[in-house]
């Protein structure tokens, strides 16, 4: 029997007078690729800056393994086992690869200034768990053996999925990818793809916001789809294909 593993229950959030996500419910289920599609400002980015504790929702509850997670800090969500990567490349240039995945982790990190002054036994435990995970991390994407390069001379298909899988160090068991594969070229993108069905052959789960039909349609289990503020539809790919709700939102442009 398979798990919800994050529900949205009715949730709102207001900017002023805009409402930026409107009474939206949706469920994920453990182990699936759930997509979430829309036009430019329909709410998607949001979604993401909700289910990671960046805004509060003005209504509503957002749960995670059933477990009510608006109102945490982000970085006790990214604890929890919510990871994120973020719609415009963040990436620290003059870093190394392995330096910019270690730095996603520091929510794991339990050390105290004291005991990282001394470098206790403690300390020094963690750390190479640290380097551990991201190389494994690494690994997964591919990007091992650039681990010592700076992030700045990666190619741009390479440092996206850098971001990964920083995302990926931090042992999440459900992942937001916030587009992609947006300004990747054709390659760039089929090496994506494969990397992602990967991650979900790991026993993870994948919130996706992609602007790429094929991409999206070829990868999904199952699709949402956003129009200002408001879920219009949700169904597997041939379904969303083919719903008069979603073909108009896109302006009578076929959706795939
Ligand atoms: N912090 C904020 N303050 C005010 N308005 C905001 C804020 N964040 C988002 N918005 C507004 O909310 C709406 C939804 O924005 P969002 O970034 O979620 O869209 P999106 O679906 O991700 O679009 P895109 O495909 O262009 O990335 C937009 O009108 C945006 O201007
Ligand atoms: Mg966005």
């Known amino acids: 029997m398979s798990t919800t593993i994050l529900e949205m229950d009715n949730v709102t959030i207001r900017f002023g007078g805009l409402t930026a996500v409107d009474s939206v ?13 829309g036009p430019n400002g329909a ?3 949001t979604i993401f800056n909700l289910i990671t504790g960046i805004y509060p929702p003005t209504s509503g509850e957002i749960r995670f393994l059933g477990q009510k997670i608006n109102g945490l800090k982000p970085h006790l969500i990214t604890e929890m086992g919510i990871a994120r990567t973020f719609q415009n490349i963040r990436l620290f240039g003059d870093m190394t690869v392995l330096e910019n995945v270690m730095i996603g982790q520091h929510c794991r990190t339990k050390a105290n200034f004291i005991g990282a002054i001394l470098r206790s036994p403690g300390v020094k435990a963690e750390e190479k768990s640290i380097v551990e995970a991201s190389l494994n991390a690494l690994e997964v994407m591919e990007l091992g053996h650039k681990k010592d390069e700076l992030a700045k001379n990666l190619p741009y298909g390479e440092q996206r999925r850098l971001e990964i899988a920083r995302a990926l160090a931090t042992n999440p068991k459900l992942i937001l990818l916030d587009e ?4 990747m070229n054709p390659q760039e993108k089929q090496t994506l793809m494969s990397m992602i069905n990967k991650i979900k052959s790991m026993d993870l789960t994948i919130f996706l916001v992609e ?3 094929k991409f999206v349609m070829s990868l ?3 699709i949402a789809v956003l129009d200002y503020g408001k879920k219009i539809a949700s169904g597997t790919p041939a ?8 073909i108009a939102a896109y302006l009578g442009k076929e959706v795939v």
């Not at 419910?25 to 599609?37: C, K, S």
């Not at 992609?180 to 300004?183: D, E, L, R, S, T």
């Open 25 to 37: 419910n949706l469920n994920i289920q453990e182990g699936t690729i759930r997509a979430l599609i």
């Open 43 to 45: 709410g998607k980015s």
């Open 180 to 183: 992609p594969a947006a300004g």
């Open 211 to 213: 602007h790429d039909m």
């Open 220 to 222: 999904s289990d199952r």
């Open 239 to 246: 379904e969303i294909k083919k719903n008069p709700a979603v």
